[in-house]
Protein backbone atom coordinates (compact mmCIF):
# COMPACT_ATOMS: atom_id res chain seq x y z
CA UNK A 1 0.00 0.00 0.00
CA UNK A 2 3.08 2.24 1.03
CA UNK A 3 3.79 1.80 -3.11
CA UNK A 4 0.54 2.28 -4.37
CA UNK A 5 -0.03 5.60 -6.88
CA UNK A 6 -3.37 6.87 -7.14
CA UNK A 7 -5.05 8.55 -10.34
CA UNK A 8 -8.45 10.59 -9.53
CA UNK A 9 -10.55 11.06 -13.26
CA UNK A 10 -13.18 14.36 -12.37
CA UNK A 11 -15.13 15.69 -15.54
CA UNK A 12 -16.78 19.15 -16.23
CA UNK A 13 -18.61 20.95 -18.59
CA UNK A 14 -21.49 18.23 -19.17
CA UNK A 15 -22.01 14.51 -18.36
CA UNK A 16 -21.50 11.74 -20.52
CA UNK A 17 -18.22 12.75 -21.41
CA UNK A 18 -16.75 9.35 -21.37
CA UNK A 19 -14.55 9.85 -17.84
CA UNK A 20 -15.35 6.08 -17.48
CA UNK A 21 -14.50 5.11 -20.78
CA UNK A 22 -10.87 7.36 -20.39
CA UNK A 23 -9.96 5.86 -17.02
CA UNK A 24 -10.83 2.50 -18.33
CA UNK A 25 -8.23 3.22 -21.83
CA UNK A 26 -5.72 4.45 -19.60
CA UNK A 27 -5.55 1.30 -17.40
CA UNK A 28 -5.51 -0.59 -20.34
CA UNK A 29 -2.38 1.12 -21.18
CA UNK A 30 -0.70 1.15 -17.68
CA UNK A 31 -1.78 -3.04 -17.51
CA UNK A 32 0.23 -3.38 -21.31
CA UNK A 33 2.77 -1.34 -19.23
CA UNK A 34 3.29 -4.49 -16.63
CA UNK A 35 1.47 -2.61 -13.76
CA UNK A 36 -1.13 -4.37 -11.33
CA UNK A 37 -3.80 -1.57 -11.95
CA UNK A 38 -7.30 -1.32 -9.88
CA UNK A 39 -10.35 1.18 -10.82
CA UNK A 40 -12.99 2.21 -9.37
CA UNK A 41 -16.16 4.38 -9.23
CA UNK A 42 -17.53 6.77 -7.03
CA UNK A 43 -20.77 7.83 -7.95
CA UNK A 44 -22.60 11.30 -5.80
CA UNK A 45 -26.36 9.97 -5.94
CA UNK A 46 -27.96 9.12 -3.10
CA UNK A 47 -28.94 5.83 -3.81
CA UNK A 48 -27.46 3.10 -1.83
CA UNK A 49 -26.53 1.31 -5.71
CA UNK A 50 -28.24 1.30 -9.33
CA UNK A 51 -30.25 -1.63 -8.94
CA UNK A 52 -33.49 0.17 -8.24
CA UNK A 53 -33.16 2.61 -11.02
CA UNK A 54 -35.07 3.05 -14.37
CA UNK A 55 -32.84 2.62 -17.05
CA UNK A 56 -33.56 5.33 -18.96
CA UNK A 57 -32.12 7.54 -16.06
CA UNK A 58 -29.08 5.62 -15.45
CA UNK A 59 -28.38 2.93 -18.11
CA UNK A 60 -27.93 -0.82 -17.58
CA UNK A 61 -27.08 -2.47 -14.04
CA UNK A 62 -23.95 -3.86 -14.59
CA UNK A 63 -23.52 -7.30 -11.68
CA UNK A 64 -20.01 -8.37 -10.81
CA UNK A 65 -19.26 -11.67 -9.17
CA UNK A 66 -19.77 -11.02 -5.30
CA UNK A 67 -23.34 -10.20 -6.63
CA UNK A 68 -23.28 -6.08 -6.67
CA UNK A 69 -25.57 -3.87 -8.84
CA UNK A 70 -22.76 -1.67 -9.99
CA UNK A 71 -22.79 1.82 -12.30
CA UNK A 72 -22.19 0.90 -16.28
CA UNK A 73 -18.61 2.04 -16.24
CA UNK A 74 -17.56 -0.74 -14.39
CA UNK A 75 -18.20 -2.64 -17.51
CA UNK A 76 -15.92 -0.57 -19.07
CA UNK A 77 -13.60 -1.60 -16.42
CA UNK A 78 -13.90 -5.42 -16.74
CA UNK A 79 -13.87 -5.39 -20.75
CA UNK A 80 -10.99 -2.68 -21.25
CA UNK A 81 -8.91 -4.65 -18.30
CA UNK A 82 -7.79 -8.07 -16.49
CA UNK A 83 -8.88 -6.71 -12.47
CA UNK A 84 -11.98 -8.64 -11.02
CA UNK A 85 -13.84 -6.12 -9.33
CA UNK A 86 -16.15 -6.80 -6.04
CA UNK A 87 -18.34 -4.15 -4.08
CA UNK A 88 -15.96 -2.25 -3.08
CA UNK A 89 -15.23 -0.69 -6.27
CA UNK A 90 -18.39 1.24 -6.58
CA UNK A 91 -19.23 3.89 -3.77
CA UNK A 92 -22.43 5.74 -4.05
CA UNK A 93 -23.40 8.73 -1.47
CA UNK A 94 -25.90 6.79 -0.53
CA UNK A 95 -23.46 4.29 1.27
CA UNK A 96 -20.89 6.79 2.69
CA UNK A 97 -24.36 8.88 4.11
CA UNK A 98 -25.69 5.41 5.38
CA UNK A 99 -22.48 4.30 7.31
CA UNK A 100 -21.73 7.85 8.75
CA UNK A 101 -25.30 7.95 10.28
CA UNK A 102 -25.19 4.07 11.48
CA UNK A 103 -21.87 5.15 12.89
CA UNK A 104 -23.71 8.05 14.50
CA UNK A 105 -26.18 5.52 15.99
CA UNK A 106 -23.43 3.31 17.45
CA UNK A 107 -21.76 6.03 19.23
CA UNK A 108 -18.50 5.56 17.04
CA UNK A 109 -18.16 9.39 16.85
CA UNK A 110 -17.97 9.81 20.64
CA UNK A 111 -20.95 12.76 20.73
CA UNK A 112 -18.97 15.07 18.22
CA UNK A 113 -21.17 16.78 15.99
CA UNK A 114 -21.21 14.66 12.34
CA UNK A 115 -20.43 16.72 9.52
CA UNK A 116 -19.66 16.34 5.91
CA UNK A 117 -15.84 17.46 7.07
CA UNK A 118 -14.66 15.37 8.64
CA UNK A 119 -16.75 12.06 8.89
CA UNK A 120 -18.15 12.02 5.40
CA UNK A 121 -14.63 13.04 3.45
CA UNK A 122 -12.89 10.70 5.88
CA UNK A 123 -15.27 7.37 4.87
CA UNK A 124 -14.61 8.46 1.00
CA UNK A 125 -11.00 8.30 2.11
CA UNK A 126 -11.35 4.95 3.83
CA UNK A 127 -12.89 3.24 0.82
CA UNK A 128 -9.36 4.29 -1.50
CA UNK A 129 -7.00 3.05 1.19
CA UNK A 130 -8.83 -0.29 1.64
CA UNK A 131 -9.03 -0.63 -2.58
CA UNK A 132 -5.23 -0.40 -2.76
CA UNK A 133 -4.79 -2.84 0.43
CA UNK A 134 -6.95 -5.19 -0.71
CA UNK A 135 -6.02 -4.92 -4.28
CA UNK A 136 -2.37 -4.57 -3.64
CA UNK A 137 -2.62 -2.86 -7.14
CA UNK A 138 0.64 -0.65 -8.31
CA UNK A 139 -2.06 2.51 -9.70
CA UNK A 140 -5.36 2.66 -7.89
CA UNK A 141 -7.94 4.92 -10.20
CA UNK A 142 -10.46 6.27 -9.19
CA UNK A 143 -13.65 8.09 -11.13
CA UNK A 144 -15.56 10.71 -9.71
CA UNK A 145 -18.99 10.79 -11.20
CA UNK A 146 -21.24 13.53 -11.94
CA UNK A 147 -19.81 17.20 -13.58
CA UNK A 148 -17.37 19.52 -11.59
CA UNK A 149 -19.59 21.98 -9.71
CA UNK A 150 -22.38 19.80 -8.50
CA UNK A 151 -23.13 20.16 -5.48
CA UNK A 152 -23.92 16.77 -4.47
CA UNK A 153 -19.89 15.90 -6.03
CA UNK A 154 -18.17 18.50 -3.82
CA UNK A 155 -17.76 15.97 -0.49
CA UNK A 156 -15.36 13.37 -3.32
CA UNK A 157 -13.76 16.45 -4.62
CA UNK A 158 -12.50 17.23 -1.05
CA UNK A 159 -11.97 14.27 0.41
CA UNK A 160 -9.49 13.07 -2.60
CA UNK A 161 -7.73 16.66 -2.35
CA UNK A 162 -7.00 16.41 1.44
CA UNK A 163 -5.93 12.15 0.10
CA UNK A 164 -3.66 13.81 -2.28
CA UNK A 165 -2.06 15.89 0.05
CA UNK A 166 -1.76 12.91 2.70
CA UNK A 167 -0.06 10.55 0.62
CA UNK A 168 1.89 13.06 -1.70
CA UNK A 169 2.14 14.95 -4.72
CA UNK A 170 5.00 12.25 -6.18
CA UNK A 171 2.02 9.36 -5.43
CA UNK A 172 -1.19 11.03 -7.05
CA UNK A 173 -2.27 12.82 -9.72
CA UNK A 174 -5.63 14.26 -11.12
CA UNK A 175 -6.99 13.84 -14.74
CA UNK A 176 -9.60 16.13 -15.41
CA UNK A 177 -12.02 15.27 -19.05
CA UNK A 178 -13.51 18.15 -20.16
CA UNK A 179 -14.90 19.38 -23.81
CA UNK A 180 -13.73 21.70 -26.55
CA UNK A 181 -17.34 22.33 -28.40
CA UNK A 182 -16.71 23.00 -31.89
CA UNK A 183 -19.74 26.01 -32.96
CA UNK A 184 -20.24 25.32 -36.16
CA UNK A 185 -21.72 28.94 -37.32
CA UNK A 186 -18.00 30.24 -36.13
CA UNK A 187 -16.59 26.89 -37.68
CA UNK A 188 -13.92 26.92 -34.57
CA UNK A 189 -13.39 24.76 -31.35
CA UNK A 190 -14.18 27.26 -28.24
CA UNK A 191 -11.76 26.27 -25.53
CA UNK A 192 -14.04 28.48 -23.06
CA UNK A 193 -15.86 26.04 -21.25
CA UNK A 194 -12.79 24.39 -20.66
CA UNK A 195 -11.10 27.61 -19.21
CA UNK A 196 -14.18 27.63 -16.99
CA UNK A 197 -14.46 24.14 -15.55
CA UNK A 198 -10.85 23.80 -14.43
CA UNK A 199 -11.26 27.57 -12.66
CA UNK A 200 -14.55 25.74 -11.14
CA UNK A 201 -12.18 22.88 -9.89
CA UNK A 202 -8.98 25.04 -9.14
CA UNK A 203 -11.74 27.26 -6.72
CA UNK A 204 -12.62 23.73 -4.96
CA UNK A 205 -8.35 23.34 -4.04
CA UNK A 206 -7.90 20.85 -7.33
CA UNK A 207 -5.65 21.71 -10.27
CA UNK A 208 -5.03 18.95 -12.91
CA UNK A 209 -2.03 17.56 -13.78
CA UNK A 210 -3.81 16.64 -17.40
CA UNK A 211 -6.19 17.29 -19.28
CA UNK A 212 -8.36 14.98 -21.42
CA UNK A 213 -10.10 17.01 -24.17
CA UNK A 214 -13.32 15.36 -25.69
CA UNK A 215 -14.10 17.00 -29.32
CA UNK A 216 -14.96 16.86 -32.51
CA UNK A 217 -12.28 18.67 -34.76
CA UNK A 218 -8.22 17.85 -33.76
CA UNK A 219 -6.69 20.00 -31.65
CA UNK A 220 -3.89 22.14 -33.30
CA UNK A 221 -1.39 23.27 -31.73
CA UNK A 222 -2.25 27.12 -31.17
CA UNK A 223 -5.71 25.63 -29.30
CA UNK A 224 -2.90 23.37 -27.12
CA UNK A 225 -0.99 26.26 -26.53
CA UNK A 226 -4.21 28.74 -25.33
CA UNK A 227 -5.73 25.61 -22.82
CA UNK A 228 -2.34 25.12 -21.72
CA UNK A 229 -1.96 28.68 -20.58
CA UNK A 230 -5.04 29.38 -19.18
CA UNK A 231 -5.56 26.03 -17.34
CA UNK A 232 -2.24 26.27 -16.08
CA UNK A 233 -1.47 22.75 -17.42
CA UNK A 234 1.53 22.03 -19.26
CA UNK A 235 1.52 22.21 -23.04
CA UNK A 236 2.33 18.33 -23.60
CA UNK A 237 -0.44 17.20 -20.43
CA UNK A 238 -3.34 18.92 -22.95
CA UNK A 239 -4.75 15.34 -24.57
CA UNK A 240 -6.98 15.32 -27.49
CA UNK A 241 -9.90 12.63 -27.61
CA UNK A 242 -11.53 13.57 -30.58
CA UNK A 243 -14.96 11.33 -31.45
CA UNK A 244 -13.95 7.75 -32.64
CA UNK A 245 -14.50 6.48 -35.85
CA UNK A 246 -15.24 3.02 -35.32
CA UNK A 247 -15.17 1.70 -32.30
CA UNK A 248 -14.38 2.44 -28.37
CA UNK A 249 -11.99 0.30 -28.04
CA UNK A 250 -9.69 2.79 -30.09
CA UNK A 251 -9.71 4.81 -27.28
CA UNK A 252 -6.61 3.13 -25.75
CA UNK A 253 -4.49 3.34 -29.03
CA UNK A 254 -5.14 7.35 -29.46
CA UNK A 255 -4.35 7.70 -25.46
CA UNK A 256 -0.93 5.85 -25.96
CA UNK A 257 -0.37 8.39 -29.26
CA UNK A 258 -0.64 11.59 -27.24
CA UNK A 259 1.54 9.91 -25.02
CA UNK A 260 -1.08 10.02 -21.72
CA UNK A 261 0.50 6.93 -20.10
CA UNK A 262 4.12 8.39 -20.45
CA UNK A 263 3.16 11.32 -18.86
CA UNK A 264 1.61 9.51 -16.12
CA UNK A 265 4.13 7.25 -15.44
CA UNK A 266 6.30 10.23 -15.30
CA UNK A 267 4.50 12.14 -13.15
CA UNK A 268 4.01 9.05 -10.70
CA UNK A 269 7.68 8.11 -11.28
CA UNK A 270 6.63 4.39 -12.20
CA UNK A 271 9.91 2.88 -14.32
CA UNK A 272 7.89 0.74 -16.98
CA UNK A 273 8.68 -0.89 -20.32
CA UNK A 274 6.54 1.10 -23.36
CA UNK A 275 3.11 -0.75 -23.61
CA UNK A 276 2.79 -3.20 -26.28
CA UNK A 277 -0.66 -3.04 -27.84
CA UNK A 278 -0.08 -5.18 -30.65
CA UNK A 279 -3.17 -7.04 -29.92
CA UNK A 280 -5.03 -4.52 -29.37
CA UNK A 281 -4.21 -3.32 -33.05
CA UNK A 282 -5.17 -6.34 -34.48
CA UNK A 283 -8.90 -5.93 -32.66
CA UNK A 284 -9.60 -2.53 -34.51
CA UNK A 285 -8.20 -3.48 -37.66
CA UNK A 286 -10.79 -6.72 -37.61
CA UNK A 287 -13.25 -3.97 -36.45
CA UNK A 288 -12.48 -1.85 -39.51
CA UNK A 289 -12.21 -4.86 -42.01
CA UNK A 290 -13.57 -7.72 -41.19
CA UNK A 291 -14.02 -10.21 -43.95
CA UNK A 292 -17.75 -11.14 -42.79
CA UNK A 293 -20.81 -8.90 -42.01
CA UNK A 294 -23.74 -10.01 -40.23
CA UNK A 295 -27.14 -8.06 -39.29
CA UNK A 296 -28.56 -8.53 -35.44
CA UNK A 297 -31.66 -7.51 -34.15
CA UNK A 298 -31.90 -6.46 -30.28
CA UNK A 299 -35.60 -6.68 -29.50
CA UNK A 300 -35.81 -4.56 -26.02
CA UNK A 301 -38.07 -1.69 -24.43
CA UNK A 302 -35.28 0.35 -23.50
CA UNK A 303 -34.26 0.74 -26.95
CA UNK A 304 -34.13 4.31 -27.03
CA UNK A 305 -31.57 4.44 -24.67
CA UNK A 306 -27.99 3.02 -25.73
CA UNK A 307 -26.62 2.46 -22.68
CA UNK A 308 -29.60 0.64 -21.25
CA UNK A 309 -28.01 -2.89 -22.86
CA UNK A 310 -24.37 -1.40 -23.53
CA UNK A 311 -23.25 -5.12 -22.13
CA UNK A 312 -25.23 -7.13 -24.51
CA UNK A 313 -24.29 -4.29 -28.05
CA UNK A 314 -20.12 -5.01 -26.47
CA UNK A 315 -20.97 -8.58 -26.49
CA UNK A 316 -22.48 -8.87 -29.56
CA UNK A 317 -19.03 -7.19 -31.22
CA UNK A 318 -16.89 -9.08 -29.41
CA UNK A 319 -18.78 -12.12 -31.12
CA UNK A 320 -17.72 -10.46 -34.11
CA UNK A 321 -14.34 -10.04 -33.56
CA UNK A 322 -13.75 -13.75 -32.59
CA UNK A 323 -15.65 -14.33 -36.20
CA UNK A 324 -13.57 -11.70 -37.90
CA UNK A 325 -17.18 -10.12 -38.78
CA UNK A 326 -18.61 -7.01 -38.63
CA UNK A 327 -21.99 -6.63 -36.47
CA UNK A 328 -24.75 -4.33 -37.62
CA UNK A 329 -26.94 -3.90 -35.02
CA UNK A 330 -30.47 -3.36 -35.38
CA UNK A 331 -32.47 -2.19 -32.31
CA UNK A 332 -35.92 -2.66 -32.37
CA UNK A 333 -38.39 -1.87 -30.13
CA UNK A 334 -40.95 -4.38 -28.62
CA UNK A 335 -44.19 -2.65 -28.89
CA UNK A 336 -43.67 -2.20 -32.84
CA UNK A 337 -43.44 -5.96 -33.16
CA UNK A 338 -46.69 -5.44 -31.23
CA UNK A 339 -48.20 -2.71 -33.44
CA UNK A 340 -46.47 -3.81 -37.30
CA UNK A 341 -45.80 -7.95 -36.83
CA UNK A 342 -42.91 -9.48 -36.50
CA UNK A 343 -42.66 -10.14 -40.20
CA UNK A 344 -42.51 -6.73 -40.85
CA UNK A 345 -40.20 -5.80 -37.72
CA UNK A 346 -37.53 -8.78 -38.25
CA UNK A 347 -37.61 -9.92 -41.81
CA UNK A 348 -33.62 -9.49 -43.43
CA UNK A 349 -31.59 -10.41 -39.60
CA UNK A 350 -29.30 -13.08 -39.55
CA UNK A 351 -30.12 -13.28 -35.93
CA UNK A 352 -32.67 -12.19 -32.93
CA UNK A 353 -31.57 -11.23 -29.63
CA UNK A 354 -33.76 -10.84 -26.62
CA UNK A 355 -32.04 -9.35 -23.68
CA UNK A 356 -33.28 -9.05 -20.01
CA UNK A 357 -35.58 -6.41 -18.54
CA UNK A 358 -38.41 -6.05 -16.12
CA UNK A 359 -42.11 -5.18 -16.57
CA UNK A 360 -44.69 -6.12 -18.50
CA UNK A 361 -44.41 -3.32 -21.41
CA UNK A 362 -43.31 -5.31 -24.84
CA UNK A 363 -43.88 -8.79 -23.39
CA UNK A 364 -45.94 -9.86 -26.23
CA UNK A 365 -43.69 -8.38 -28.86
CA UNK A 366 -40.89 -10.22 -27.76
CA UNK A 367 -42.92 -13.36 -27.59
CA UNK A 368 -43.95 -12.99 -30.47
CA UNK A 369 -39.89 -12.03 -31.73
CA UNK A 370 -38.96 -15.51 -30.22
CA UNK A 371 -41.91 -16.85 -32.46
CA UNK A 372 -40.47 -15.81 -35.73
CA UNK A 373 -37.13 -16.87 -34.81
CA UNK A 374 -38.39 -20.17 -33.59
CA UNK A 375 -40.59 -21.06 -37.01
CA UNK A 376 -38.11 -19.15 -39.29
CA UNK A 377 -35.19 -21.07 -38.06
CA UNK A 378 -33.70 -17.82 -37.25
CA UNK A 379 -30.64 -18.12 -34.91
CA UNK A 380 -31.89 -16.50 -31.42
CA UNK A 381 -30.33 -16.10 -28.20
CA UNK A 382 -32.11 -15.46 -25.00
CA UNK A 383 -30.61 -13.50 -21.97
CA UNK A 384 -32.44 -13.89 -18.74
CA UNK A 385 -35.96 -12.48 -19.55
CA UNK A 386 -35.02 -13.78 -23.18
CA UNK A 387 -34.95 -17.17 -21.82
CA UNK A 388 -38.33 -16.74 -19.86
CA UNK A 389 -40.11 -15.27 -23.19
CA UNK A 390 -38.31 -18.50 -25.41
CA UNK A 391 -40.32 -20.31 -22.55
CA UNK A 392 -43.61 -19.05 -23.00
CA UNK A 393 -43.59 -18.44 -26.61
CA UNK A 394 -42.74 -22.54 -26.58
CA UNK A 395 -46.01 -23.55 -23.72
CA UNK A 396 -48.61 -21.34 -26.01
CA UNK A 397 -47.23 -21.95 -29.32
CA UNK A 398 -45.98 -25.79 -29.46
CA UNK A 399 -47.43 -27.23 -26.25
CA UNK A 400 -50.73 -25.58 -26.90
CA UNK A 401 -51.34 -24.18 -23.21
CA UNK A 402 -53.78 -21.66 -23.06
CA UNK A 403 -52.46 -18.33 -21.90
CA UNK A 404 -48.96 -19.71 -20.49
CA UNK A 405 -47.14 -16.82 -18.88
CA UNK A 406 -44.80 -15.70 -16.13
CA UNK A 407 -46.50 -14.79 -12.94
CA UNK A 408 -44.82 -11.46 -13.14
CA UNK A 409 -46.93 -10.15 -15.52
CA UNK A 410 -49.88 -12.76 -14.64
CA UNK A 411 -50.17 -13.89 -11.27
CA UNK A 412 -53.46 -15.66 -11.89
CA UNK A 413 -52.35 -18.07 -15.46
CA UNK A 414 -53.81 -20.91 -15.56
CA UNK A 415 -50.18 -22.24 -17.21
CA UNK A 416 -47.28 -20.27 -14.82
CA UNK A 417 -44.34 -21.39 -16.85
CA UNK A 418 -42.44 -18.94 -15.44
CA UNK A 419 -42.67 -18.51 -11.54
CA UNK A 420 -41.10 -16.44 -8.78
CA UNK A 421 -38.12 -18.08 -6.95
CA UNK A 422 -39.88 -19.71 -3.69
CA UNK A 423 -37.28 -18.13 -1.59
CA UNK A 424 -38.08 -14.53 -3.33
CA UNK A 425 -41.90 -14.66 -2.35
CA UNK A 426 -41.48 -12.89 1.29
CA UNK A 427 -39.20 -10.55 -0.07
CA UNK A 428 -40.45 -6.86 0.34
CA UNK A 429 -37.30 -4.92 -0.16
CA UNK A 430 -36.23 -4.22 -4.10
CA UNK A 431 -32.89 -3.56 -3.46
CA UNK A 432 -30.25 -6.33 -3.71
CA UNK A 433 -33.11 -8.94 -2.84
CA UNK A 434 -33.02 -10.84 -6.46
CA UNK A 435 -30.62 -14.07 -6.82
CA UNK A 436 -27.64 -12.06 -7.47
CA UNK A 437 -23.96 -12.71 -8.57
CA UNK A 438 -21.50 -15.46 -10.00
CA UNK A 439 -23.36 -18.95 -9.66
CA UNK A 440 -22.14 -22.76 -10.77
CA UNK A 441 -24.18 -24.74 -13.97
CA UNK A 442 -23.70 -28.07 -14.74
CA UNK A 443 -23.92 -28.55 -18.52
CA UNK A 444 -25.81 -31.61 -20.20
CA UNK A 445 -23.06 -33.22 -22.52
CA UNK A 446 -23.78 -33.44 -26.41
CA UNK A 447 -25.58 -30.18 -26.24
CA UNK A 448 -25.06 -27.31 -27.95
CA UNK A 449 -24.08 -25.45 -24.88
CA UNK A 450 -21.66 -27.71 -23.89
CA UNK A 451 -19.92 -27.45 -27.08
CA UNK A 452 -19.31 -23.78 -27.02
CA UNK A 453 -18.28 -23.70 -23.93
CA UNK A 454 -15.95 -26.60 -23.79
CA UNK A 455 -16.77 -27.64 -20.52
CA UNK A 456 -19.13 -28.88 -18.06
CA UNK A 457 -19.47 -26.86 -15.18
CA UNK A 458 -19.34 -23.30 -15.85
CA UNK A 459 -19.49 -20.08 -13.57
CA UNK A 460 -21.82 -17.22 -14.68
CA UNK A 461 -23.57 -13.79 -13.39
CA UNK A 462 -27.55 -13.55 -12.18
CA UNK A 463 -29.77 -11.20 -11.50
CA UNK A 464 -33.56 -12.33 -11.80
CA UNK A 465 -36.60 -13.49 -9.24
CA UNK A 466 -37.93 -15.40 -11.55
CA UNK A 467 -37.18 -19.00 -12.68
CA UNK A 468 -38.87 -21.97 -15.07
CA UNK A 469 -41.68 -23.69 -13.00
CA UNK A 470 -40.45 -27.60 -12.97
CA UNK A 471 -43.94 -28.59 -12.94
CA UNK A 472 -43.87 -28.46 -16.94
CA UNK A 473 -40.51 -29.55 -17.01
CA UNK A 474 -41.23 -33.09 -18.40
CA UNK A 475 -43.98 -31.68 -20.59
CA UNK A 476 -41.21 -29.13 -22.44
CA UNK A 477 -38.57 -32.70 -23.23
CA UNK A 478 -41.43 -34.67 -24.83
CA UNK A 479 -41.66 -31.56 -26.99
CA UNK A 480 -38.30 -31.44 -28.25
CA UNK A 481 -36.39 -28.62 -25.51
CA UNK A 482 -33.68 -29.77 -24.22
CA UNK A 483 -32.64 -27.98 -20.73
CA UNK A 484 -28.81 -28.14 -21.31
CA UNK A 485 -27.35 -26.45 -18.15
CA UNK A 486 -28.88 -26.62 -14.52
CA UNK A 487 -27.94 -25.83 -10.99
CA UNK A 488 -25.45 -28.50 -9.81
CA UNK A 489 -28.17 -29.61 -7.93
CA UNK A 490 -30.65 -29.59 -10.74
CA UNK A 491 -33.45 -27.67 -9.32
CA UNK A 492 -33.50 -24.31 -11.51
CA UNK A 493 -33.11 -24.32 -15.53
CA UNK A 494 -29.75 -22.05 -16.10
CA UNK A 495 -30.01 -22.72 -20.02
CA UNK A 496 -32.46 -24.29 -22.57
CA UNK A 497 -31.69 -24.62 -26.29
CA UNK A 498 -33.92 -26.07 -29.48
CA UNK A 499 -31.24 -28.63 -30.93
CA UNK A 500 -33.63 -28.63 -34.38
CA UNK A 501 -32.66 -25.50 -35.14
CA UNK A 502 -29.67 -23.82 -36.80
CA UNK A 503 -29.33 -22.01 -33.19
CA UNK A 504 -31.86 -21.61 -30.42
CA UNK A 505 -30.25 -21.26 -27.38
CA UNK A 506 -31.26 -18.67 -24.12
CA UNK A 507 -29.80 -18.50 -20.44
CA UNK A 508 -31.36 -17.63 -17.43
CA UNK A 509 -27.80 -15.64 -16.92
CA UNK A 510 -26.29 -12.75 -17.96
CA UNK A 511 -23.37 -14.07 -20.45
CA UNK A 512 -22.68 -10.21 -21.49
CA UNK A 513 -21.30 -9.56 -18.13
CA UNK A 514 -18.13 -11.39 -18.92
CA UNK A 515 -17.32 -11.24 -22.54
CA UNK A 516 -14.26 -8.93 -23.11
CA UNK A 517 -12.71 -8.44 -26.85
CA UNK A 518 -10.34 -10.17 -26.26
CA UNK A 519 -12.17 -12.88 -24.79
CA UNK A 520 -15.06 -13.25 -26.37
CA UNK A 521 -17.85 -15.22 -24.50
CA UNK A 522 -18.47 -18.31 -26.15
CA UNK A 523 -22.23 -17.83 -26.11
CA UNK A 524 -22.16 -14.71 -28.13
CA UNK A 525 -19.15 -16.42 -30.52
CA UNK A 526 -21.40 -18.74 -31.73
CA UNK A 527 -24.41 -16.41 -32.39
CA UNK A 528 -22.76 -14.76 -34.56
CA UNK A 529 -20.95 -17.48 -35.98
CA UNK A 530 -24.46 -19.20 -36.44
CA UNK A 531 -26.37 -15.60 -37.44
CA UNK A 532 -23.50 -14.95 -40.43
CA UNK A 533 -24.23 -18.80 -41.40
CA UNK A 534 -28.25 -18.29 -41.34
CA UNK A 535 -27.50 -14.24 -43.81
CA UNK A 536 -25.01 -16.43 -46.04
CA UNK A 537 -24.95 -19.69 -46.15
CA UNK A 538 -21.40 -20.60 -46.20
CA UNK A 539 -19.60 -20.90 -43.12
CA UNK A 540 -17.18 -18.25 -41.31
Excluded at 142 to 165: M, N, S, V
Excluded at 249 to 260: A, G, I, N, S, W
Excluded at 471 to 500: C, H, N, Q, W
Aim: proline share 5%; glycine share 8%.
Amino acid sequence: MADTKYIFVTGGVISSLGKGLTAAALGTLLEHRGLKVVLQKFDPYLNVDPGTMNPFQHGEVYVLDDGAETDLDLGHYERFTNVQLTRLNNLTSGQVYQTVLENERKGVYLGKTVQVIPHVTEEIQKRIYLMAEQSKADVVITEIGGTTGDIEGLPFLEAIREFALDVGTNNAMFIHVTYVPFIKAAGELKTKPTQQSVAKLREIGITPHVLVCRCEKPLDKELRAKISMFCNVPLEAVIEEKDVDHSIYEVPLMLQRERMDEIVCRHLGLNTPQADMSQWREIIRTLIAPSHRVRIGVVGKYIGLQDAYKSVYEALIHGGIANDCGVEIVRIEAQEIERHGAEKMLSGLGGILVPGGFGERGIEGKIRAAQFAREKRIPYLGLCLGMQIAVIEFARNVLKLERAHSTEFEPRSPHPVICLQEEQKLVTKKGGTMRLGRQPAQLLMGTLAAKLYGAFVIQERHRHRYEFNNKYRKSFEEAGMVFSGTTPDGKLIELIEIPDHPFFIASQFHPEFQSKPHRPHPLFRGFIAAAHLAMHQKPL
